[in-house]
């Protein structure tokens, strides 16, 4: 991993500019999960470092310009740019991240670049349609599943694909397993929006269906709940959290055993990600890290 922030630190370096160092240096790194990904499929391939300090350029410039759409104070337990240096300099530190990435991506094989461009296409969809979604209460789960392949797995996807051309290894099989991943760690995410506090989040907690997001735990509260038990949750969508509401969804998420049988989902996905890395062992540590850290 030292090598990844070894060429991140020499992409930024590039760009020339102190602001851009500084406002970089000021970012949390977070999980690196997709860097970790491709430096373990593609171990010996000399390019492997600096493929995923690309893909970590794009998702940090997703995340920055997400919280500006989002209007989020916090980003992995630091104050967000937005809120430190404002929105437009969020949104430009985004656009010179995202453009590097590019720029260094050219330089890639024809199928590598292709992967990871068209990947971002479907990223930023995603993005859209979450945002669209949240206008109104989505009680859609194909559809809610549509868009977090989208808005998320598909860069995990990308990157397990990019990372095993790169290495000459089955791409399909890898795709595979990043999409599996991919999805399987977003459902995780939208659990621990409700059952981790704000100190673990480094956000507020059960903030997701106050910006209107109606994660999977929601979806299937709303098909268990009776006629005037849904109007009580639908009232409480895409507002301010009231505290005694927020306790009752929470308490009647416990009754139908919502998060349990989202989280039920997320580890059958994940249980198809390690059939389709052939139960390799590098790829199933990474499974197991990332579906563990909700409980
Ligand atoms: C986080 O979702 C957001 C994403 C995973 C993708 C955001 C994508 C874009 C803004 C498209 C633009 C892309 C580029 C490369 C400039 P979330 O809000 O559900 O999660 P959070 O709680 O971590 O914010
Ligand atoms: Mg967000």
């Known amino acids: 991993m030292q090598r990844v922030e070894a060429e991140l630190n020499r992409l930024i370096e ?12 000021s970012l949390n790194g977070g999980k690196r999960l997709r860097a970790k990904l491709i430096l373990k499929i593609a171990k010996d391939v000399k390019e492997a470092p600096l493929l995923a300090a690309i893909v970590e350029l794009i998702h940090a410039a997703s995340l920055l310009h997400d919280d500006v759409i989002d209007d989020a104070d916090a980003r992995r337990g630091v104050a967000s740019v937005n809120a ?25 094989d024809k199928e590598v670049a292709q992967t990871i461009a068209a990947s971002v296409t479907a990223l930023s969809k995603g993005e859209m349609m979450d945002v669209k979604m949240a206008e ?22 990308a990157a397990a694909k990019a990372a095993a051309l790169l290495a000459g290894k089955d791409a399909q099989a890898h795709a595979l397993y990043g999409r599996n991943l991919g999805l399987s760690f977003q459902i995780i995410d939208d659990i621990l929006d409700i059952t981790a506090d704000e ?10 269906f106050v910006e209107g997001k109606c994660t999977l735990p929601y979806i299937y509260l709303y098909e268990a709940l009776q006629e005037d038990e849904r109007e009580r949750l639908l009232a409480s969508h895409a507002k301010k ?34 059939e389709a890395s ?18």
């Open 14 to 25: 590039e760009i020339d500019y102190d602001e851009v160092t500084r406002l970089f240096a």
């Open 84 to 108: 430190t240096d404002g929105s437009k300099t969020a949104v430009m530190l985004g656009d010179i991240l995202y453009s590097k990435a590019f720029t260094e991506l050219v330089n890639f």
């Open 136 to 157: 109104e209460f989505n009680f859609d789960e194909a559809l809610y599943l549509d868009m977090l392949y989208l808005k998320t797995a598909t860069l995990i996807e």
């Open 199 to 208: 100190a673990t989040l480094g956000k507020p907690a059960m903030n997701d």
């Open 241 to 274: 959290a009231d505290a005694s509401e927020t306790e009752w969804i929470k308490s009647q998420m416990d009754v139908y055993k919502t998060i349990e049988k989202s989280f039920a989902l997320a580890a059958k996905l994940s249980n198809e990600a390690k």
């Open 278 to 295: 052939r139960e390799d062992e590098d790829l199933v540590n990474i499974l197991e890290t990332m579906i563990k850290r909700s409980y």
